[in-house]
């Protein structure tokens, strides 16, 4: 299938705009001479999407879908565009049933490693509703690309080192989450949504090719870093990685039940949104999983680097110093170079990541021990 081959009078669809990806998603596709629809799912958050793009006129576009999972919630929203970013999905649950934001109601009795499942639930769900809205509705698209996880691509690990790459699939925590229920950690109930949502995208494809005129490609990134365009006005605001990163390094905080390692992988924000357009023009992404990975690196070590960059937070006492004589070993990672070739990306460094994040967060007073 042929991908956008220029920006000239493209206009493609952002899902769940307001987001920390997506927002600069939508910057970088306005950027490049993108006309951008975002979907939010009410006006309050549609708004700050005024007064970040506001000077692109009406070359950027915002409209409500208030419930992703409604049938024909995207049928109007795909209307009239030439491609769409999907970014929009649930991140975890906090429940203990898997009937939960997260996961799934049950799975049928067909094999799950082909995808084949009879009722999902928004995680799911919400990629499916946006893919049957593009078979419907979408006469003009050519690609959609749809935002996955690292998570989908997991297993246990009993044997380290362990590099994964877009071979690996996860399906070893659905069967743990069909097999555990309610009872299945907050881990599993992840990485099986994860799972199931990415096989749904190319089960979705394969089932429909002969009907539509646009391909498919995901994009699996891991924890994503880097400064922030949402409109947060204090840290405890923060959400998703940019607040796992802040409660581990500027805080020191060791509580975060989906990210028990003492080490993490990690990309920059700008770099995985430059990967999600170019996901769009490069005719070589089409059908591929894109694992996006800049490395892998411990906490402790994250706190020692930033300690090297901005000494005097530490003599100042403002950032915890953690134990900085602790080693951490790497017992797997991630091998990003295929999606790194295909989409002509070079990967932001952990010390250029951090450095531009502990000044955001000063900028923003967040580094003073009562800021919350």
């Given at each position: 299938?042929?991908?956008?081959?220029?920006?000239?009078?493209?206009?493609v669809l952002v899902t769940g705009a307001n987001?920390?990806?997506?927002?600069?998603?939508?910057?970088?596709?306005?950027?490049?001479?993108?006309?951008?629809?975002?979907?939010?799912?009410?006006?309050?958050?549609?708004?700050?999407?005024?007064?970040?793009?506001?000077?692109?006129?009406?070359?950027?576009?915002?409209?409500?879908?208030?419930?992703?999972?409604?049938?024909?919630?995207?049928?109007?929203?795909?209307?009239?565009?030439?491609?769409?970013?999907?970014?929009?999905?649930?991140?975890?649950?906090?429940?203990?049933?898997?009937?939960?934001?997260?996961?799934?109601?049950?799975?049928?009795?067909?094999?799950?490693?082909?995808?084949?499942?009879?009722?999902?639930?928004?995680?799911?769900?919400?990629?499916?509703?946006?893919?049957?809205?593009?078979?419907?509705?979408?006469?003009?698209?050519?690609?959609?690309?749809?935002?996955?996880?690292?998570?989908?691509?997991?297993?246990?690990?009993?044997?380290?080192?362990?590099?994964?790459?877009?071979?690996?699939?996860?399906?070893?925590?659905?069967?743990?989450?069909?097999?555990?229920?309610?009872?299945?950690?907050?881990?599993?109930?992840?990485?099986?949504?994860?799972?199931?949502?990415?096989?749904?995208?190319?089960?979705?494809?394969?089932?429909?090719?002969?009907?539509?005129?646009?391909?498919?490609?995901?994009?699996?990134?891991?924890?994503?870093?880097?400064?922030?365009?949402?409109?947060?006005?204090?840290?405890?605001?923060?959400?998703?990685?940019?607040?796992?990163?802040?409660?581990?390094?500027?805080?020191?905080?060791?509580?975060?039940?989906?990210?028990?390692?003492?080490?993490?992988?990690?990309?920059?924000?700008?770099d995985l949104a430059a990967a999600h357009v170019?996901?769009?023009?490069?005719?070589?992404?089409?059908?591929?999983?894109?694992?996006?990975?800049?490395?892998?690196?411990?906490?402790?070590?994250?706190?020692?680097?930033?300690?090297?960059?901005?000494?005097?937070?530490?003599?100042?006492?403002?950032?915890?110093?953690?134990?900085?004589?602790?080693?951490?070993?790497?017992?797997?990672?991630?091998?990003?170079?295929?999606?790194?070739?295909?989409?002509?990306?070079?990967?932001?460094?952990?010390?250029?990541?951090?450095?531009?994040?502990?000044?955001?967060?000063?900028?923003?007073?967040?580094?003073?021990?009562?800021?919350?």
């Amino acid at each position: 299938m042929p991908a956008l081959e220029t920006s000239a009078g493209q206009r493609v669809l952002v899902t769940g705009a307001n987001g920390f990806v997506a927002l600069w998603v939508v910057r970088v596709l306005l950027e490049q001479g993108f006309t951008v629809r975002g979907t939010v799912r009410s006006e309050s958050k549609g708004r700050h999407l005024d007064e970040l793009f506001g000077s692109y006129g009406d070359k950027f576009e915002w409209v409500v879908v208030e419930d992703i999972v409604k049938e024909g919630a995207f049928d109007e929203a795909v209307k009239g565009v030439h491609a769409i970013e999907h970014t929009a999905a649930p991140i975890s649950s906090t429940s203990d049933d898997p009937d939960g934001e997260s996961s799934f109601v049950r799975l049928s009795s067909n094999n799950v490693n082909n995808g084949l499942l009879e009722y999902l639930k928004p995680s799911v769900e919400g990629t499916l509703s946006i893919l049957r809205s593009a078979l419907k509705f979408g006469t003009d698209i050519k690609r959609v690309v749809v935002t996955s996880s690292l998570a989908a691509v997991m297993r246990t690990v009993t044997e380290p080192p362990v590099i994964f790459d877009e071979d690996d699939w996860a399906d070893e925590f659905v069967d743990t989450l069909k097999r555990e229920g309610r009872k299945a950690s907050e881990q599993v109930k992840y990485f099986a949504s994860k799972t199931l949502a990415e096989r749904a995208v190319f089960t979705f494809y394969d089932a429909h090719k002969s009907q539509i005129n646009w391909d498919v490609a995901t994009v699996l990134p891991p924890v994503v870093l880097g400064p922030t365009l949402q409109d947060v006005k204090k840290s405890s605001d923060l959400t998703g990685s940019p607040n796992l990163w802040y409660q581990k390094v500027v805080k020191d905080q060791d509580d975060d039940p989906l990210n028990t390692t003492p080490f993490y992988p990690y990309v920059d924000v700008r770099d995985l949104a430059a990967a999600h357009v170019n996901a769009l023009t490069k005719e070589a992404a089409g059908g591929k999983r894109l694992l996006i990975c800049a490395g892998s690196i411990g906490w402790q070590d994250t706190r020692d680097i930033v300690y090297s960059l901005r000494p005097d937070l530490y003599e100042s006492g403002v950032l915890p110093r953690g134990k900085p004589d602790s080693k951490t070993s790497i017992l797997w990672d991630y091998n990003g170079e295929k999606a790194k070739s295909i989409l002509g990306l070079e990967y932001r460094d952990i010390k250029h990541i951090a450095l531009d994040m502990i000044t955001d967060f000063e900028r923003r007073g967040w580094l003073s021990r009562d800021s919350v």
